[in-house]
């Protein structure tokens, strides 16, 4: 069963994209608008361009984008797709 995260903790997010790629820009509006109505002042979001920096995506792991990774709380969560389904999403990030 998924808890709740506490409301003292920060949620950090690192959401792997590939340029202007249709996809990558909806997955970027959604995790923008998830976190801004459900998180709002207790999140960082990094957007990392997996084009500009492949080095970085290669050392996540990330072989598809786009790509969210939930860095903490922990346990790290991974979704991957452009985010529309926000009960999932939801439900993921707080999984700990």
Known sequence: MAKVI???????LR???AGNAPNSLLAI??????????????HHLEIVDSLKHPRRALADGII???TLLKLSPQPAQRLIGNLSDTS???????NE
Do not use: E, G, M, S
Not at 29 to 42: M, Q, S, V
């Open 88 to 94: 999932q999403v939801l439900l993921t990030l707080a």
């Open 29 to 42: 509006a959604n995790a923008r608008a998830i976190c801004d109505i459900h998180f709002a002042a207790r």
């Open 15 to 17: 959401l792997y994209v």
């Open 64 to 66: 598809v984008t786009p």
């Open 6 to 12: 506490p409301q003292n903790a920060p949620l950090l």
